[in-house]
């Protein structure tokens, strides 16, 4: 029971920053109820977090838990292409938010960024 409340009273920020020393599934357990990226409709679960390609709220597509994500997002406005949104995979940038995600802007033809995701 302690447990039980031990996990409901972490914050989403605070399970972020421990992260990397719990396991991805540990701190899924953590946040797989509770966390604001939530959005039930029809009774389905779905998430709108952030590199969660899919929008299903599961392990497997978790952007949160995972310490390598990928995302896709639409360039910022006024520009063409799209942005290839990369996780750090290194330690030392993980707990760096301006480090920890590495953006790459694809303004090719839309074959060639096909390509390349």
């Known amino acids: 029971m302690l ?11 605070l399970a972020l920053s421990l992260a990397r020393s719990m396991s991805s599934e540990l701190l899924w357990q953590l946040v797989k109820k ?12 779905l998430s ?6 899919m929008n299903k709220n599961s392990f497997k597509f978790s952007g949160l838990v ?8 639409p360039s910022a406005k006024g520009h063409k292409g ?22 790459t802007v694809l303004k090719k033809g839309i074959r060639y960024v096909a390509w390349l995701l």
């Open 3 to 13: 447990s039980l409340s031990l996990s409901l009273s972490l914050s989403l920020s």
């Open 34 to 45: 509770h966390n604001r990226f939530i959005v039930k409709r029809n009774g389905v679960t």
């Open 48 to 53: 709108s977090e952030p590199n969660n390609l």
């Open 66 to 73: 995972h310490a390598k994500t990928v995302g896709v997002n």
């Open 82 to 103: 799209v942005e290839l949104v990369l996780k750090a995979s290194k330690k030392s940038q993980q707990f760096r938010p301006a480090q920890a995600h590495k953006v």
